[in-house]
């Protein structure tokens, strides 16, 4: 084939567009005229049937006053356990395994209070130094509440480029001392996508307990959570899931550790027909229901209701080819526009090592995000010096990955960005 030919041009994407199933789900979403939106990845666009579920929930509230926890549609006492029920498909669970409560944060507090036994020796957490700062600060604060330094107890096993966590190294540290692994499914700066049936064999093959952070993968990439065996397992409902900023989030945990004492347990952690006995002896419920404490949020389960309707319509395994597919088209286009400019992609390029969304490094990142949102493109900045662009399934385009890089090439040839600062914004 001729350089010509193998040319990837605005007509070529526009003819994807045009064969792509998921087009159509454009309209689902509130995209705003003029703007190309590649940061799902952090907080998922609005669509009109999470605008809808939000709707009729509060109409429920103005019909049924009380009575809404036991009527309606979504009567609010079950309806974390219907959305987990809905939410079990994308993490391959079993409906009883999935509940949808708390926040990731307060999630994670949760689930390490819960599975964290330390026993003699076994005493340490072994995390990894490139994760989330939000877990790692909970898993220290989870340490000292039990007594142990930090700086012993915690082993956050070092990535060798800064980039990826070779899951050889997170099974080195796996050693008679470890009590309980907490991982990324997806790193959120470099997406990489760590191998978890592997990490979960080689860990359950030494007696240690496994659980995965699963905020950067949720919507973007199926899961087998159940089949693998993993443990427990954490997530946001508002990146690629689309449920709303500060939406309710999820927890997963194995059938076999049914009927375990929650860490942080309320009249909630309750068997639902014993809850309203009053007693203060805990009847714990025998399934992921256990590990909720209070009263759910029921506005902020709403949005997640239309969001998982969408993805039950077209399933999860779909929304990971289209994704592979247009992060690989973005990939190409890079490589064919951007070579010489100073970019590196640093996520890897493997579909099996990769999640949804790119990791384009340049010692001028700040700024390219910066001159970015000027173009009304919108990315997100991670330091020290990643624009990261995610391309969803449902509502990026094809087009509109040519015209983000096109526009990229132009803020550094044309150099652009030098107009803005280099300091990052307070929210990036
Ligand atoms: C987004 C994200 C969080 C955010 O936690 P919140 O409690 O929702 O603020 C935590 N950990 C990881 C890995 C994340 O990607």
Redesign the pocket.
Known sequence: MSKEISLLTRENAQQQDLQDEFYPYREEFYLQPGVIYLDGNSLGLMSKRAELKVAELMESWKTYGIEGWTKGEYAWFFLSEKLGEMCAPLVGALSEEVIVSG????NIHQLISTFYKPKGNRTKIVADEL??P??IYALQSQLKLRGYDPAEHLIQVKSRDGKVILEEDIIAAMTEEVALIFL?TVL?RSGQLLDIQRLTAEAHARGICIGF?A??SIGAIPHTFSDWGVDFAVW?NY?YLNGGPGSV?GMYMNKKHFGIQPGLAGWYSSKKDKQFDMEHTLHVEESAGALQSGTPHVLSLAPIIGSLEIFAEVGIEKVRQKSLHITQYMTDLINQELSGLGFTIGNPSEDARRGGHISLEHDEAVRICKSLVENRIIPDFRPPNIIRLSPIAFYTSYEEVWQTIQTIKTIVTEKHYEKFDNKRNVVS
């Open positions: 926040s990731t944060t307060s994760t989330f939000s877990d990324p959120y952070d905020c950067h946001c990146k989030a």
